[in-house]
Nanobody, 131 residues
Framework: QMTLVESGGGLVQPGGSLRLSCAASGRPLDTYCMSWFRQAPGKEREFVAAISWSDSTTYYADYVKGRLTISKDNAKNTVYLQLNSPKPEDTAVYYC????????????????????????WGQGTQVTVSS
């Protein structure tokens, strides 16, 4: 069993910055894909960014356009999402997720985009972008 705990959400002004954290515990992460999803009111949960724990390769949703950056700290078993110059449309509950990578096509086939392919989820952290 793996536990994911997000933190760092809150109110941020447009053009500001915010860093979300996701601390993982319970299982070694070397065979996992760690990702961030988000869900705005009335909308479906959508993929934001992913990182391969084994080789640190990152993957982003097209709409991210360089404003959001995913990273990790191996020593702390923590994944981060840096929001730079956020916009009001970035307002959502942000979720951390972990998927055991069992297929060699996991990344080339973009399995990481679908929420159905994840094994563990955090409780979510609210991000509100407003002036």
């Amino acid at each position: 069993q793996m536990t994911l705990v997000e933190s760092g959400g809150g109110l941020v002004q447009p053009g500001g910055s915010l860093r979300l954290s996701c601390a993982a515990s319970g299982r070694p992460l070397d065979t996992y894909c760690m990702s961030w999803f988000r869900q705005a009111p009335g909308k479906e949960r959508e993929f934001v960014a992913a990182i391969s724990w084994s080789d640190s390769t990152t993957y982003y949703a097209d709409y991210v356009k360089g404003r959001l950056t995913i990273s990790k700290d191996n020593a702390k078993n923590t994944v981060y999402l840096q929001l730079n110059s956020p916009k009001p449309e970035d307002t959502a509950v942000y979720y951390c997720a972990a998927a055991l990578v069992e297929s060699r096509f996991y990344y080339t086939g973009k399995y990481y985009v679908s929420a159905f392919n994840y094994d563990y989820w955090g409780q979510g952290t609210q991000v509100t972008v407003s002036s």
